[in-house]
């Protein structure tokens, strides 16, 4: 049931909501404190199991059908797990967000409460974010970037005005890569009798549009104090790996599945490049 529940949660996936946090939080003047820690624990697992084991249990039905799912781009678990799923997601968030409820300033309490919240209506009925196009877009970037803005207001003081430039970029990146994971599932969600933005725009057209939300997310990052403009560099491979299907089509929807698995170390290299520039300016 443990392994289940952790596979469900998408490991490969925890560090683009724990990091955002970390990150956030440090660069807002925090040090390696417990509350450091506790909040890069949730934003790690207890966040992702509730963020993916909603999405799986009530995704059940498209997800049996769509070849991608079994692996590491999400496990399909039979509905004897889902009880247990949906169980899971409350105890392991639940004495995490009452410590960061209980420690934070308003406003990380607001953009907390944002973050769970999109967690759950994203997928649930009877909000079910997921199937109104566009807004399940902006509900699937708020998961990475709500993260990102807890770390940074859970302490007292003055957020930099510069944070608020990168978190529009980081949201954009979202509202991209969601829309482009979106694309390679329009014949599942189609059979499974789901919208989504692909579904509804075209595969060829959210695309498209991806790539161009990718490219302005890569641009902002030159408008930042250096050395962020190496980020904005190394930004531009989500740009060109998207644009690799410009041309995508209805019945090749699938094969930006390619896209999306170099999308998944991708973030990886560019993580580490965050990480070293950042340190350099200012650690």
């Not at 993916?52 to 059908?65: K, Q």
């Not at 207001?153 to 930099?160: F, L, S, V």
């Not at 990146?173 to 692909?198: C, F, K, N, P, Y």
Request: hydrophobic share 55%; with cysteine.
């Amino acid at each position: 049931m443990v392994r289940g529940i952790l596979a469900a949660s998408r490991p490969i996936s925890w560090v683009n909501t724990a990091f955002p946090f970390g990150l956030a939080y440090l660069l807002a003047g925090g040090g390696l404190d417990w509350l450091f820690w506790v909040g890069v624990i949730f934003f790690l697992i207890p966040y992702n199991i509730a963020m993916y084991g909603i999405n799986d249990v009530f995704d059940y039905e498209s997800d049996i059908r769509n070849p991608r799912k079994g692996g590491v781009e999400g496990a399909v678990l039979p509905k004897t797990m889902h009880k247990p799923l949906l169980w899971a997601s409350v105890l392991t968030t639940v004495p995490f967000l009452v410590a960061m409820y209980a420690v934070g300033t308003w406003q990380s309490a607001i953009w907390l409460t944002v973050a769970m919240v999109a967690v759950v209506a994203y997928s649930a009925p009877p909000m079910r974010f997921k199937e109104r196009p566009v807004l399940d877009s902006v509900t699937s970037s708020a998961h990475f970037v709500t993260p990102a803005i807890v770390g940074a207001t859970i302490q007292a003081g003055e957020t930099p005005g510069y944070f608020w430039l990168a978190a529009g970029a980081f949201f954009l990146w979202g509202m991209a890569s969601h829309a482009l994971g979106a694309v390679q599932d329009v014949t599942a969600d189609r059979e499974g009798g789901l919208s989504s933005i692909a579904t509804a725009l075209g595969a060829r057209t959210v695309t498209r549009l991806a790539a161009g939300a990718y490219l302005v997310a890569a641009l902002l990052m030159f408008a930042m104090p250096s050395p962020a403009w190496i980020v904005g560099v190394v930004g531009l491979g989500y740009v060109a790996n998207t644009l690799r299907f410009w041309n995508i089509t209805e019945a090749t929807c699938e094969d930006v599945n390619r896209a999306w698995r170099v999308f998944l170390w991708l973030n990886y290299l560019v993580g580490a490049v965050v990480t070293i520039s950042i340190a350099y300016a200012h650690f």
